[in-house]
């Protein structure tokens, strides 16, 4: 009898905790999800939807290696999305020096090769160089990824990363932080902690003029604009202690006698350990075998990995994840008409961290005079950077008003709310982008095409929709057979190409 008692009263015990463990874990989660909603509403009131801009870098830090172009995240339509943008030109042995964000990032390479490393806390060090002795090493750290252009590269909020040009060109990279994302714990200003160096401020907080100049007056009598790294605010002797360094080394980790800025030259070579390059064939084709081996390497890891997570029952890790996708190269192209050009889109399906950083992006290429079809965003914010080339661009809102019709060109950017009608048409240079989308598994909805939602209607209900007869509207249905990308209509193949016309 007394067994039982104490099995039933533990039961009891443990019954009682469940349901008050619920019960605070539903408190908690209907407490945060009524911050996000406020916040969210917070947000929302910047959004200005009645005109869309072309944005163009507001802010440029020129650095001893390199270039940092910002656009001004206090803009409306940056607010709106919940984002902020900045574009990072590296010189060759240029070397961006380390530091975090509060929001997590989405980087594209533009150009160039180059290396990146992120640090994620509670992963292994796999990385490392021995001595002699095979219970010493010289150095050892965790992975450092080869990126090229048109690789996608991803940063979680909080980790810190370095980027390095180890190429003969200059690394051009456009970065998107989300800073309305549940990993930012902060405001929605974009901040970030440099971890060395005595860096210039990359973006400015929302002040009013008069705090604007008392600001800048302050900074023309210390006679620098820049801000400080981390361990600035750190005394000397603290910082010896804690690193068990002399004193010396401690006052140059604060970085103050320091005015190379946000991206520094390497002298000579920067020395990290990597895998050995194989022999044959030239360095550049070499290098890009090897990456493309490389990553799908790691896609048959990250598979097996996530087929046993699905065995067990366990979540899967961050670092067994991929932090990089090429959705650059053209024989990767999800959507390709000769006459037209070509799409790449990557999710949280194709690129799992993607999940944890709830973004998705595409890459468009639009050959002379080509159009993308008209279509609208389902579920997320897009912003679409120009990489080459211009387009006609028109934008159209909910009352079925004009926000945006102009040409979009190069280094130029425009945000399309979620839900508004966009089209492209390129011009006679053609047309390249890439798009950020505020969401992990964004998806569109063409309104023209073999799949957009007029070829999904019956074609009664095309033809009482817009009166017209039942043969009209069935031409408006089926006379395209193509996806998103339309070639040159014959008129303008004709303007194109008048010698051949004749």
Known sequence: MGTHRCLSLSLSLSLCFLVLFNACLATDQDANSHRRFSEGQR???????????????????????GVIEIWDPNHEMFECA????????????????????????LIYIERGRGLKGVVLPGCPETYQESQQSAQEFRDRHQKIRHVRAGDLFAVPAGSAHWSYNDGNEKLIAIVLLDVSNNANQLDFHPRTFYLA????????????????????????????????????????????????????????????DDYRRNIIKVEGELEVIKPPRSHGG??????????????EREREREHRQRRRWADNGLEETICSLRLKENIGDASRA????????RLSSTN?????????????????????????????NMNAHSVIFVTRGRA????????????????????????????????????EEGFEWVSFKTNDQAMITPLAG????????????????????????????FNREETTLLPPSMSSARRANPVEAM
């Not at 030239?282 to 990553?295: A, I, L, P, V």
């Not at 999800?334 to 050009?341: F, L, N, R, S």
């Open 450 to 477: 073999r799949t957009s939602a007029l070829r999904a209607f019956p074609v009664q209900v095309l033809a009482s929709a817009y009166r017209i007869s039942t043969e009209e509207a069935r031409r408006l249905k």
């Open 334 to 341: 999800d959507i390709y008409t000769p006459e037209a050009g």
């Open 282 to 295: 030239s360095r550049g084709d070499e290098r890009e075998w090897e990456e493309e081996q490389e990553e």
């Open 82 to 105: 919940g984002v902020a943008i900045q574009r990072y030109i590296i010189d060759p042995n240029g070397l961006l020096l380390p530091q975090y964000t509060n929001a997590p990032r």
């Open 348 to 376: 949280s399906h194709r690129f799992p961290i993607l999940r944890w950083l709830q973004l998705s992006a595409e890459r468009g290429v639009l050959y002379r005079n080509a159009m993308y079809v008209p279509h609208w």
């Open 197 to 256: 160096g005595n860096p210039e401020e990359e973006f400015e907080e929302s002040r009013s003029d008069r705090e604007r100049e008392q600001r800048r007056g302050q900074s023309t009598r210390k006679g620098s604009s820049n801000k400080n790294n981390i361990f600035y605010a750190y005394d000397d002797r603290v910082l010896a202690e804690i690193f068990n360094i002399n004193v010396e080394t401690a006052r140059k980790l604060r970085g103050e």
């Open 392 to 427: 006609r661009v028109q934008v159209v809102d909910d009352r079925g008003q004009t926000v945006y019709d102009g040409e979009l060109q190069q280094r130029q950017l425009l945000v399309v709310p979620q839900n508004f009608g966009i089209v492209k048409k390129a011009s």
């Open 43 to 65: 947000r929302y009131r910047h959004c200005r939807l009645d005109r869309l801009d072309a944005l163009e870098p507001s802010n440029r830090i020129e650095a001893e290696g």
